[in-house]
């Protein structure tokens, strides 16, 4: 990402204009060899969509990559999509070689243009489509129509135009069995933020005490207590005070939770100006996201936090996400998985405000940003090349 399309992400008045270039941008991979490009007019937007394959063919077939950016307000997906199409347009990757024989990639860069366009407090800068629901939590309604547990799937809205959409674009695929479909859903969140900032300042003084009432809390600290090779006896590390509690506690004494602590700060302060990340598998996904996110993490090790733990099993949420949803289909040999890195602009107008008074914003916040495009990039390159 460049200044100027930072600057226009910052300018709510431009995004219209940002919106259309981005547009104009994909539109013009038609002429280029191996693309494809497909909008659709809804009324939440063009959404649009770019196919790449040497041979589309679907006779010749027998995989598909899928790879969705900005369900919410968030841009490691969508500017990273746009970077690795910008790569294969100008031959800085070499298509030829990268794509893989019987293979499409189908990206799906802006899946909620409302969102992108209309960043306001009430849908949470971009969060939400139109009419105030989460995209993220209709694709096993979507895909999977038979599915029966379906409590925390937004029954009460209808499914989404857009992910209606996407389901018919992927249908002649989906109906043939023998070909195998990945597909990665681009995240952002606040918590990489929030958690290691919380535990920074409550740990020590909370103590025993302390509520892990977050799966990823629990998971930044096993992480350092990996890294640092901290011993401990007592199992489970996590245990609930009683069977019904909504949070746990660190099976630790006092003073190894002081050393916990020690490490934690010292872990935060070798890894400031790195990217924090991590994958996400269900059970039909684990052994494919492990390899990827190993070897997407050894390529970028030197920009990502240290991390022992690569990627998690999303057993922590029952909704409608793609992550969870190729679980949830009877069908054979589809594998979703998700790559989450820090939000960008949980508060557009927050860092509106920054960007005015903080000298050195712009610098600090592309570094960041492009960290998370090559993440992006280097995830969809790995991937093409995994089965």
Known sequence: MNLNTLKSILDIKKRKNLYNEILDSLRELKAVKYFKYIEFETSEGIVPFVYVAKEFDINRINSVKVFVG????????????????NLLETEKLNSSEILQDNQILIFAPLMNPYGFLNPTTENKTGYYLKNGSNLNRFWRRTFVTE???LREDLNGFPIPEIATIFKNLLKEYWERNEIAIYFIDFHETSLLEKFPKELSLN???ESYTYRFDHWLKEGIIANVIKLYNIPYYQKPLFRKCNPSADHTHLNLSIQQIDLVFEKLLDYLSKNQGKLPFYFCYNQKSKE?????ANQVYNKLEDKLYDTYYVSFDHYFHDHGCFVKMSDSTTR?????IELEAIKQFFNIFEEIEKSEMDADYFEKKLNSINVSIELVVETIIEMIKLF
């Open 70 to 85: 900005a369900q919410h307000n968030e841009y490691n997906g969508l500017f990273g999509i746009l970077e690795f199409l």
């Open 147 to 149: 599915y029966e547990k």
């Open 203 to 205: 740990l020590k003084n």
């Open 288 to 292: 494919y996201c492990e390899k990827l």
């Open 332 to 336: 054979e040999k589809v594998y979703s």
